[in-house]
């Protein structure tokens, strides 16, 4: 086997254990705290199947350093892009008024973008990016797997109209700023606009 397909089912691999392990984490998660903490479990599942192992695989399989899945040092535009993501919230919580729901959207979605983000436009863009030389590859296709293979839940149409277009624009941004950091923020931007707008 040369190293592209050794590549290909690294990424298939990942990409499958990490939904099941998160299905399989909330679940038992969730059975342990008896269902009073779902929150919690949904935090915990997303951290543990999204970021821990699959780095943990990643590091094993090729050895890398957290700062060649775009994890760095915050720089100025990292700090804009994590500023405008509090003025955002903050204008989101003056028009909804509720805090306590608003809070706990916030850490979700935090949480959610945070994880997706790290998958995505960290371990699986690396992969892909040893995969293909040509960038429009890699992002046209971490933008499929974003579309359709994470977001299993969803349906055909919102996936090809919504995540896979948000897809392309998250890649294209991780590609020019070479960090993790603003991608995350417009996720976490694009969720909360998502629920309450």
């Known amino acids: 086997m040369d190293k592209k397909e ?3 089912i ?7 254990l990490s939904n099941f392990l998160c299905m399989f984490c909330f679940l038992f998660l969730n059975l342990a705290f008896q269902g009073n903490m779902e929150e919690l479990a949904s935090i915990l599942s997303l951290v543990i199947s999204f970021v821990i192992m699959p780095f943990y695989v990643l590091k094993k399989q090729h050895n890398i350093k ?6 760095a040092k915050i720089g100025i535009t990292d700090s804009i892009f994590l500023i405008s993501a509090v003025i955002f919230s903050v204008f989101l919580f003056i028009t909804k008024g509720n805090l306590k729901i608003f809070t706990e959207v916030v850490s979700q979605q935090l949480f959610v973008s945070i994880s997706e983000e790290i998958l995505m436009r960290g371990i699986i863009f690396y992969l892909l990016s040893q995969l293909f030389r040509k960038k429009y ?3 046209i296709v971490s933008a499929i797997i974003f579309g359709f293979a994470l977001h299993t839940g969803g349906d055909f149409l ?3 109209v919504y995540r896979f277009p ?3 624009i998250l890649a294209v941004l991780r590609i020019y700023t070479k960090k993790l ?7 976490f931007m694009y969720n909360l606009w998502c629920i309450y707008l």
Request: aromatic share 6%.
């Open 6 to 8: 050794k590549l290909l």
């Open 10 to 16: 690294e990424i298939v691999c990942i990409i499958v």
């Open 66 to 71: 957290i700062s060649e899945i775009g994890i």
């Open 137 to 139: 590859y890699v992002v």
């Open 158 to 160: 919102s996936n090809l």
């Open 166 to 168: 948000a897809g392309i």
């Open 181 to 187: 950091y603003p991608p995350m923020v417009v996720h």
